[in-house]
Each structure stands twice: as structure tokens, then as C-alpha cells.
């Protein structure tokens, strides 16, 4: 079940330039959208987030948008470093008895080439 | 900076045979979780637990698994009789609320069932 689609599994971008990332949902119960970054031999780590009622929040370089009417949520980065250089994990949650349980997507390995 | 730590980094186990891992989640945490992620695939929910017992699960999560906070700091899953499939990195992490946003991960394990 691909509640959680990142159709990019790779993406290249030169230092400077702006990075975007894409994500598509398909279960409208998601009332939370995530952005997560991870490294080689590390964790996932919170990047950014978005409440289901907002369609942007900013945070330094990175912007999550979100288009609920197309499912489609996206992660600019601007300008794009390269210590940016990661796996970038969608996530969505829909509260669940009081606990918020994360749904990931496949993941898009985004490099930065100085 | 408090973080989550996870032993050992990797695992390799005769197929049939139990396995336990360990995780140290952030002291002041309440909420634990495991998650999956088979090589190449999207990082998968396994369970979540607060207050010393399970309060959501996965279908993943059969009667082969169990979780278990044995002295108030480790929080470890056990697998009881391995098969191939279950070779995946192993996330633990922890949260101070229940809002998915404020969970840390730790580095993981990286089990191979053989």
C-alpha cells in the first residue's frame, strides 16, 4: 500500500541552485505532512513539518508546500548546499488513538555537486 | 544533545534462531517506537509503545515480534524465530509527546538473517 509516493528516487543539483522535492499522498485522513532527512549509518532526522490546514511553512532554506486538492506535497531547498547532500523521506500522519503514526515514502537521494 | 542509541549497529543471525535489539531512547521520553526499512524500501511503522504497553501495531508486527522496556531506560525488540525476510535496517526512536514531529531516531541496526 503506497499511501505515500515519492516518484524521484534520485536528484541531482548544483550548489546554489534550488532543490525540489515531490511527494503525492492518496489517503485524505493524513492530517500532518513531515519532511525527513537522513544520512549513511544514521537515523531519519525531522527536517520540517505542515499541518493539513496550512499550504506553506518556512523554515531558513527549506519551504514545504502543500496542494491538498492534488495530494501533492513538495520540499524546496534555496539555495541548495552541499552538506544538503541525503536521503529525503515524505511522511504523512493521521492521529491514531492519540498517537500519531508516520506513514514514509520510498525516500528521494538528493546530491548537491559544489 | 540527548539522543537515541541502538546496539549493536549490525547482526547477523542464523535463520530460526531469536534475536533481540536494543535501544536507549532519550531520558524524558515517553513514547517509543520501532521501525523497519528493508534495503531500498520505504522505512516502515512496526509499533508504538507508552506507559508499558503496546498502543499501536502493525500488520508486520506478528506474533514473531514482541517489545519490552525490561529497567526504565532499554527498550528492546525481539524476534523470536528469524526468517530471510526480516533482514532490514531497525529503527528505534522516541518521543516526548505523541506528535510525530518529535521523534528522534536512533542510527539503527542493520540485521541480516542468513
Request: net charge neutral.
Amino acid at each position: 500500500d503506497q499511501q505515500v509516493k515519492q516518484n524521484s528516487p534520485s536528484l541531482s543539483v548544483q550548489e546554489g541552485r534550488i532543490s525540489i522535492l515531490n511527494c503525492d499522498y492518496t489517503n485524505s485522513m493524513f492530517d500532518y505532512f513531515l519532511w525527513y532527512k537522513k544520512y549513511p549509518a544514521e537515523g531519519p532526522t525531522f527536517l520540517i513539518s505542515i499541518s493539513s490546514i496550512k499550504d506553506k511553512n518556512e523554515d531558513g532554506r527549506f519551504t514545504v508546500f502543500l496542494n491538498k486538492s492534488a495530494k501533492h506535497l513538495s520540499l524546496h531547498i534555496v539555495p541548495s548546499q552541499p552538506g544538503d547532500s541525503a536521503v529525503y523521506f515524505c511522511a504523512a500522519s493521521a492521529r491514531s488513538g492519540g498517537y500519531q503514526k508516520v506513514t514514509f515514502g520510498t525516500g528521494t537521494k538528493l546530491q548537491v555537486i559544489p | 544533545e540527548p539522543e537515541v542509541t541502538q546496539t549493536p549497529s549490525h547482526q547477523v543471525t542464523q535463520m530460526g534462531q531469536e534475536v533481540i535489539l536494543r535501544c536507549v531512547p532519550i531520558s524524558n521520553h515517553l513514547y517509543f517506537y520501532w521501525y523497519r526499512q528493508i534495503l531500498g524500501q520505504k522505512v516502515e511503522f512496526l509499533v508504538s509503545f507508552y506507559n508499558n504497553e503496546i498502543s499501536e501495531k502493525s500488520e508486520i508486527f506478528d506474533d514473531q515480534f514482541s517489545v519490552e522496556r525490561p529497567d526504565g531506560s532499554n527498550f528492546t525488540l525481539k524476534i523470536r524465530s528469524t526468517k530471510l525476510e526480516d533482514s532490514a535496517m531497525y529503527f528505534c526512536a522516541s518521543s516526548v509527546l505523541s506528535r510525530a514531529e518529535t521523534q528522534y531516531f536512533g542510527p539503527g541496526t542493520r540485521l541480516l538473517v542468513l
